[in-house]
């Protein structure tokens, strides 16, 4: 009885001190990979909120879901890097689609754990730029396309890596960028304070997949939310401090 007892205190002290995010009937299930997959009770990302806008083709092609843990992330990175860079709107370019499965121009982004972001930019006076579209970048940090209108706002982009990295609303598996952008940013966090352990998770999880990809935007990918097992299914690394 008192075992019984004991073990029934434990359970809901645990269960009241830490909530696990998915654990809850209601909450998003990401199920299968992203490469083949599909989302449960998918959480909506609204268009706009502090510090981040949906794109146009976002909007349009209603790529807007994800579990609740991407969206927290997105809200919570966009707000952080708004609050340390005033007037920073960062566009969030797609997620998934409300119930997932195969969507346009991706290969994943199939079960809620993929997101597209646009880099941020800054216009040849040094202020802070936009574009609807993706714009490319070479390795001196200058537009591609259009030639030399831009330049990528390292400083920016940085804190973003940071606030992705750091979040306690999901853990990142992936920042998929083209070598020589990583380079840049990198080399402005060593050089602009960053911590050591902050830049060691930035060397693996800030990645280029394949050959010259990703030279447009950054491809987040979280993984399995705790509690979305075993629908849930990762491939690839497990880094050394993912429990
Ligand atoms: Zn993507």
Not at 64 to 80: C, S, T, Y
């Amino acid at each position: 009885m008192l075992f019984a007892v004991v073990a029934f205190l434990l359970v809901a002290s645990s269960s009241l001190a830490d909530p696990p995010a998915g654990s809850n009937a209601l909450n998003s299930v990401s199920v299968g990979v992203p490469m083949n997959g599909s989302l449960q009770r998918g959480e909506v990302l609204p268009k706009k909120g502090t510090g981040y806008v949906l794109t146009k083709s976002a909007r349009e092609r209603k790529a807007r879901f994800g579990v609740l843990e991407l969206v927290m992330l997105i809200k919570d990175a966009a707000h952080k890097v708004s609050r340390k860079h005033k007037g920073s709107i960062l566009r969030v370019a797609d997620l998934s689609t409300r119930k997932g499965g195969k969507i346009d121009h991706h290969g994943s982004h199939q079960n809620g754990r993929d997101v597209d972001l646009t880099f941020f930019m800054v216009d040849k006076q040094g202020a802070q730029a936009v574009a609807d579209t993706f714009v490319p970048f070479d390795a001196n940090g200058y537009s591609v396309d259009p030639p030399m209108e831009y330049r990528f706002d390292t400083r920016r982009n940085w804190a973003l890596m940071e606030a992705i990295i750091k979040s306690r609303r999901a853990t990142v598996q992936w920042i998929f960028v083209a070598d020589h952008l990583k380079k840049l940013l990198i080399k402005y966090g060593e050089t602009h304070g960053a911590k050591k352990s902050v830049l060691r998770m930035a060397e693996q999880i800030i990645h280029q997949p394949g050959k010259k990809s990703h030279w447009d935007h950054f491809h987040v990918r979280i993984y399995c939310p705790f509690g979305d097992s075993p629908e849930c299914r990762d491939v690839g690394p497990r880094w050394a401090w993912v429990k």
